[in-house]
């Protein structure tokens, strides 16, 4: 069965960095497009970042020229590098990716999440 295992998340001060990492494990075919979402409280879950298998990146517009997501695609990994980071940014953050499995269908995965908590 394909998992996401996500690591990096925790508490930092604001203006300061953290990396977050997502592998994906197990029997894998091939990833499509990899990206991580957030969800702070009493709000939805909302798009951070995506990149396609040829590396084509999308942010949203908080995030722009703050973060950068990147993979490893022989390690079947996505980062998330968040730079300057601000209180607002503080959530939950989850890992997405378009997986074709070696055995089954192709499907949308998701990570258990992880907390990044911005705060002085």
């Known amino acids: 069965q394909v998992q996401l295992v996500e690591s990096g998340g925790g508490l930092v001060q604001p203006g300061g960095s953290l990396r977050l990492s997502c592998a994906a494990s197990r029997s894998i075919f091939s990833i499509n497009a990899m990206g991580w979402y957030r969800q702070a409280p009493g709000k939805q879950r909302e798009l951070v970042a995506t990149?396609?298998?040829?590396?084509?990146?999308n942010y949203a517009d908080s995030v722009k020229g703050r973060f950068t997501i990147s993979r490893a695609n022989a390690r079947n990994t996505v980062y998330l590098q968040m730079n300057r980071l601000k209180p607002e940014d503080t959530a939950v953050y989850y890992c997405n990716a378009d997986i074709t499995p070696q055995y089954g269908r192709r499907g949308d995965y998701w990570g258990q999440g992880t907390q990044v908590t911005v705060s002085s």
């Open positions: 990149i396609t298998s040829g590396g084509s990146t």
